[in-house]
């Protein structure tokens, strides 16, 4: 038997840490800063799940021209979508799993792989 743990939409200082830790391995893969439009983020038992539009500094979605994603854009291979699993140790948050540009539902076995709550995928 599954047990849901009640997942509830996060905001403060807490919403700024997890965002902050989210922003650095993709801002690191893509190789430029990445602003998020946050389309849900969701937290319950020290576990986060972040889905966001990656943006410019300028608040247009972001572009992978001069990345090493720029080919897969342009053939509609890779999204503007974010989505993270992070896990907060002590007082930190840490990125356990990302997908950067998913075209699919990159997260959809991370609840059952990880053992975090399925409250925080739920939209």
């Not at 849900?40 to 608040?59: N, P, S, T, V, Y």
């Amino acid at each position: 038997m599954t047990v849901a743990i009640a997942a509830a939409p996060v905001s403060g200082p807490t919403r700024t840490a997890i965002l902050d830790s989210a922003r650095e391995p993709v801002s690191a893969a893509i190789g430029k800063p990445v602003l998020f439009k946050v389309r849900q983020l969701k937290e319950a038992d020290g576990w986060a799940f972040l889905i966001a539009d990656m943006e410019e500094r300028e608040g247009v979605p972001i572009s992978y021209a001069g990345t090493s994603r720029a080919d897969a854009a342009e053939q509609g291979f890779i999204s503007r979508t974010y989505a993270a699993l992070l896990h907060k140790k002590g007082d930190s948050w840490t990125v356990i799993d990302k997908a950067i540009g998913p075209t699919d539902v990159a997260w959809e076995g991370w609840a059952k792989t990880y053992k975090a709550p399925a409250g925080i995928f739920v939209p």
